[in-house]
């Protein structure tokens, strides 16, 4: 095992998970949806506390790994609003709330495509914005969560490597190119400072100015 990777393992394995997530886990397996990774979980948790985020709306609910982690993380008081296209996905993810003891109220879970669902939302009514859906929409998901973020808001997208394929120039297939192309544009847009974090598998943060 090369040093990068035995860094990479050692920083994954530093969270510990409680029952509740590790109970999402095996329901997300069941399920066949890829949450995210502990170290992009409780990187999630630490950015949403750090700006006491009251309103966040997540691209892709999968069985509520990343949505626990977040409601951990969010003011008391804050409600997130999740988007999944498949029913069972957020039929698991109320089970895992439940079990995290979040009230019902605390999550607004919107069964839909991303890219229906995503228009309807509030212009500048959002503390932040997590993309973790479908890789070719990404770049799509970037303009809609530029509209939907206030200045000063966070931007958050997951699977910003893609399994260490977005920085080979040799990958070019369709959700690689597409993760890629939403990278620079976030790199090039002036109203945005990002930063690319090695957690997990890749997590790009940025702030709307």
């Known amino acids: 095992m090369t040093h990068e990777a035995a860094n990479w393992a050692y920083t994954e394995d530093f969270v510990h998970e409680d029952r509740v997530l590790l109970s999402a886990r095996d329901a997300a397996d069941e399920l066949g949806c890829v949450p995210v990774l502990p170290g992009t979980g409780r990187t999630l948790q630490i950015l949403a506390r750090a700006m006491s985020a009251k309103s ?26 999740t988007i999944d296209v498949e029913a069972e996905h957020h039929k698991a993810a109320k089970q895992t709330l439940a079990a995290g003891g979040f009230a019902q109220t605390r999550a607004r879970m919107i069964t839909g495509r991303a890219l229906e669902v995503l228009p309807r939302l509030t212009d500048g009514g959002y503390d932040l914005v997590f993309i973790d859906a479908r890789k070719s929409e990404y770049p799509a998901y970037l303009q809609q969560s530029l ?12 699977n910003a490597l893609w ?20 990278l620079k544009a976030v790199r090039n847009n002036e109203n945005l400072t990002p930063t690319l974090l090695p957690s997990g598998d890749g997590l790009l943060v940025a702030i709307k100015d």
Do not use: K
């Open 147 to 158: 509209r939907l973020l206030r200045s000063g808001g966070m931007l958050i997208i997951d």
């Open 56 to 81: 966040i709306v997540e691209i892709g609910t999968g069985a509520g790994v990343s949505t626990t982690y977040i409601l951990r993380g969010m003011h008391p008081q804050g409600v997130i609003t």
């Open 163 to 182: 399994h260490g394929r977005v920085p080979d120039p040799a990958q070019r297939d369709a959700d690689t190119t597409a993760i890629r192309e939403t």
